[in-house]
């Protein structure tokens, strides 16, 4: 009963192909997250949506764009992948609830190999 | 900018030893803390969180949390390991958003 499921597990892609990872959840949360960590790093917040509205993180790169097409799905595309964009991509999502004091939940990952 | 540090970055145990990691952060304002475990080949998970009332906060298997506000710290502890404590545990921080901000990671091994 995975509650935010994320497709595939392992992706493999070339350098400068475009990618495409997906998320679902079935929380019906408000709040999606998209992830980037690497290793032995922190997850570092590439974006997140509150309903339908986009929140870039100022230092998220061009090439990383993302879409909210309904409450249960969520997509992060990669538009040219470079070598170091390898990483493991995590999404997440949240209640709506009192501010920040609710928990996330994570999908298992999706891990992005560059060839 | 808010921060969160955590120094341990691996940390190796034999099962029934007492495990604390540290996990410090920068931000004046109130705060929400949680700390999240992934266990190998899984996902994150939360282990507990702590946003008002008492400081000593309880989690599922047996792990405990104590925000000390003078010392912006919110340590992990658990009396007696297990093997199957084997994982990466992170430490987050919110603060009034909807972003968290996570720490490194400390790799916990259990030797049985």
């Known amino acids: 009963d995975a509650m935010v499921i994320q497709n595939p597990r392992y992706q493999v892609t070339q350098f400068g192909k475009p990618v495409t990872l997906s998320c679902s959840q079935t929380?019906?949360?408000?709040?999606m997250y998209w992830y980037q960590q690497k290793s032995s790093q922190a997850p570092k917040l590439l974006f997140h949506?509150?309903?339908?509205?986009?929140?870039n993180e100022a230092d998220t790169p061009d090439n990383f764009q993302s879409r909210r097409p309904n409450t249960s799905f969520c997509f992060l595309d990669i538009r040219s992948p470079g070598l170091g964009d390898a990483a493991m991509y995590l999404c997440?999502?949240?209640?709506?609830?009192?501010?920040?004091?609710?928990?996330?939940?994570f999908g298992d990952g999706t891990r992005l190999s560059i060839l | 900018a808010q921060s969160v540090s955590q120094h341990n970055h691996h940390v190796i145990l034999s099962e029934a030893a007492s495990l604390e990691l540290g996990c410090n952060y920068s931000?004046?304002?109130?705060?929400?803390l949680f700390w999240y475990v992934q266990y190998p080949g899984q996902h994150l998970q939360l282990l507990l969180k702590?946003?008002?009332?008492?400081?000593l906060v309880k989690g599922i298997k047996g792990f405990e949390a104590e925000f000390i506000k003078s010392k912006f710290s919110f340590n992990l502890r658990k009396p007696s390991v297990q093997w199957s404590d084997t994982a990466e545990y992170f430490c987050?921080?919110?603060?009034?958003?909807?972003?968290?901000?996570f720490g490194t990671g400390t790799r916990l091994k259990v030797l049985a």
């Open positions: 997440a999502t949240r209640g709506q609830g009192a501010l920040s004091n609710q928990p996330q939940h």
């Open positions: 929380l019906n949360h408000n709040v």
């Open positions: 949506y509150y309903d339908k509205d986009f929140n």
């Open positions: 931000y004046g304002g109130t705060v929400n």
């Open positions: 702590y946003f008002s009332g008492d400081p």
């Open positions: 987050a921080v919110s603060s009034g958003t909807y972003k968290y901000i």
